[in-house]
């Protein structure tokens, strides 16, 4: 069998790690190959070098073809690939994750099956979202409602920062369009915030359907962890967007969202608050996992047959 050709794969410590990378590359219309250990994005105007291994996410749009050399060096620099609609707004699939440790499911697994440590790690989340409160003895039902009403206050005063008229909360995940202008703005902005986000918890290996608050759905995690963010990126966006009076604010708030997530340094915040309330210390060395197998005793290592005689020895 043949060698390979082209630039070895980096060594994982070598590896840019998920808090430095650059949050996400969108490409469309374009084919994306690869040059050495670059990726290339080719289209009539000419063709653009992106260093892999400082990508967190590649986000691949309508009209892209990717070649089977640019995966390669895609899935040696542990890049997450998505397949998104147009502008990302739309979600298809994703490639395999940064992450090669199960360590971050396992510690969120444990949470959401334990009743007290899930409550417990809701009120980390509440805490974050409202700084300098006291949630420690408040139950999911009380914590739902302090939320109703302070979120009704967030909108409040955006409104009357930004001169924009706002009654409430108002959509049909089934019917974009039957919202009125505010509300489908900031249905996009927060569709812009969950695909980031998404990208975000899918590289560090957590998993997007296993939710705290929210359940029920393949990415209730998601819709967790974005929510600690909104009141400073996706409402504050659609509110500045709808106060410029342009003409197509669904597709600039987009744009306004994006200029949010690189002024907060997002993408290293998602990663630190993720690792916070799952309990997972950010070490590198722990984040290449070994193959074991389970036992009710200890794990050992798999690739080896283990008779009663040997184990119990």
């Known amino acids: 069998m043949a060698r390979p050709t082209g630039?070895?794969?980096p060594e994982r410590r070598e590896l840019t790690r998920a808090v430095d990378r650059i949050s996400f590359l969108y490409a469309e219309h374009c084919v994306v190959h690869r040059a050495a250990n670059a990726v290339t994005l080719t289209d009539q105007r000419g063709v653009v070098h992106v260093p892999a291994a400082a990508l967190g996410v590649l986000m691949l749009g309508p009209g892209t073809r990717i070649t089977h050399g640019a995966m390669s060096v895609i899935g040696g620099c542990g890049v997450s690939?998505?397949?998104?609609?147009?502008?990302?707004?739309?979600?298809y699939a994703h490639g395999r994750p940064l992450a090669k440790s199960s360590r971050m499911a396992e510690a969120q697994a444990a949470i959401v099956s334990h009743q007290r440590r899930r409550l417990d790690c809701a009120r980390r989340m509440y805490e974050m979202r409202f700084p300098g409160e006291d949630f420690a003895t408040l139950s999911m039902a009380q914590l739902r409602g302090r939320?109703?009403?302070r979120m009704k206050r967030v909108y409040a005063a955006e409104s009357e920062r930004t001169g924009v008229r706002w009654s409430r909360r108002s959509y049909s995940p089934d019917d974009f369009e039957a919202g009125d202008d505010v509300n489908r703005t900031l249905t996009a902005a927060n569709a812009a915030l969950y695909g980031v986000v998404h990208a975000v918890i899918c590289s560090l290996?957590?998993?997007p359907a296993l939710g705290v608050v929210h359940s029920g759905t393949d990415r209730a995690f998601v819709y967790d962890i974005a929510d600690l963010y909104k009141a400073e990126v996706s409402i504050p966006a659609t509110f500045?967007?709808?106060?410029?009076a342009s003409e197509d604010p669904v597709r600039e708030v987009r744009r306004a969202v994006r200029d949010r997530i690189v002024e907060t340094k997002l993408l290293r915040r998602v990663v630190a608050d993720v690792h916070t309330l799952l309990g997972v210390v950010d070490d590198l060395d722990a984040e290449i996992g070994d193959l074991l197998l389970w036992s009710d005793l200890q794990a050992v290592p798999s690739g080896a047959n283990w008779d009663e005689e040997q184990f119990l020895a």
């Open 240 to 244: 500045d967007t709808l106060a410029a």
């Open 7 to 9: 630039a070895p794969p």
């Open 147 to 149: 939320e109703g009403a």
């Open 81 to 91: 690939v998505a397949w998104v609609g147009e502008i990302g707004v739309r979600y």
């Open 205 to 207: 290996g957590a998993v």
